[in-house]
């Protein structure tokens, strides 16, 4: 293999020129010498091998299934080829390679960032360390964003990773990686404050909700190997990088891009009589009502679904997908999360109080893949916290929570 010949510098390292004192990044490196050369056969197998198969806990062939028995696949036709080969996600080509510095605190948290960059290593989702010259040989040039590190809110010794996919900001010399992605292109359901608050009102008495979170929500959605050149990732000084094959916190649209993967799974949800169900990204909601009050919440979903399609059926707004019903009596539309389709049954084997348990959410998220992050689980309730307010069911009322009035108070 070739030696490298990147000669960028580390985190706030910066190289003089005769007019100003910038950040220098090195030309492009030649890629007219035969893959061959540069790249080891095995290494070219195993990367061929990834661009077949994406690394994701998702289960292709399960989501296909799924959504082809819930007559689902004509609304999501993207989701089974997506797990299996990986989704795009508007990362323009890229033309040339540019590297820029990472910034100072990976030296601050050395430590704690390579925690993280061994766990991504073994998961499989950061191929490599290769270096530049690798790396070009096999997906072509490609543009590393900053990145940096820090503490998680609340939680000591925990750190998360970003990568600045803005940068540069003035979008010279070179176009950041989210310069030409709108994320309106990438629409999918929230679960709003007054989505949240319709549902919550009608919900019979005795019902109930709990709340759970996808593990590394992001990190399940496997890219394209069109979107790699832009996502590789500057892992040290010396010319060592990694091609991060699974979506990032920080591109403009995988926040879309995931909750359209989630209203998916959703929807397959709600096709096996779960629900009602809201989300916000990751964070999802579950509420129940009582088995003998199902025939009536069911009747009320089928008049609400009737009125959806009377006033148009789905909207989008943005970057947001909403289905709106009648009239409320302070004029403002009524707004579902959902089309109401799915009415709510009792699961095979339940014949207590209420018609499903988080039993049967982990038993169609097994089959699916679905991971939850299992210590962050709020079980079933009269009340839940939900995108910081505190809502209880029985009493009707909505507040926010003691952390958020603090930030409030604070922020004013």
Known sequence: ??????????????????KSS??????????????????PTELLSAISRRKLNANTPLIADAWHKALTAANLLSKYPSIPSGIKSGFRVGIPNIISTHTPPNSPSLITHNSH????????????????????????????????????????PHKPDAFRLIQNFSFPHS???????????????????????????????????GSQAAVRDIAEAYRTMPLHPSQWPG????????????????AAFGVASNAGAYGHIADAGTDIMRSRGLGPISKWVDDHVFFRVPTAKISDYNRLRKAWATSIADHGGMHKSGGRIWYGGAILPDDRVAEFDEDLLFPITTQPGQDGIFPYSMEDIDRLSDELGIPWQKDKDRPFSQS??????????QKKTVALTEAKRLKSCTAN
Not at 114 to 137: D, K, Y
Not at 182 to 204: K, Q
């Open 384 to 393: 839940f916290t939900f995108t910081g307010f505190d809502w209880n069911i």
């Open 22 to 39: 910038e950040v220098a990044h090195p030309p492009p490196t030649p890629t007219s010498a035969p893959v061959a050369e540069i790249v």
């Open 113 to 152: 960032f390579h925690q993280i960059l061994r766990h991504e290593l073994s998961t499989g989702r950061f191929l490599g360390p290769f270096s530049r010259v690798t790396i070009e040989a096999l997906i072509g040039p490609f543009q590393s964003s900053p990145l940096s590190i820090i503490p998680k």
């Open 231 to 246: 996502a590789v990732v500057r892992i040290s000084p010396n010319d060592q990088f990694c091609i991060d094959t699974s």
């Open 1 to 18: 293999m070739p030696p490298a010949t990147s000669s960028t510098p580390w985190a706030g390292e910066s190289a003089s020129t005769s």
């Open 171 to 205: 979008n010279l010399p070179y176009p950041s990686i989210n310069h030409t992605i709108n994320s309106d292109d990438y629409p999918c359901t929230w679960g709003t404050f007054n989505t949240i608050c319709l549902i919550v009102w009608y919900l019979p008495e």
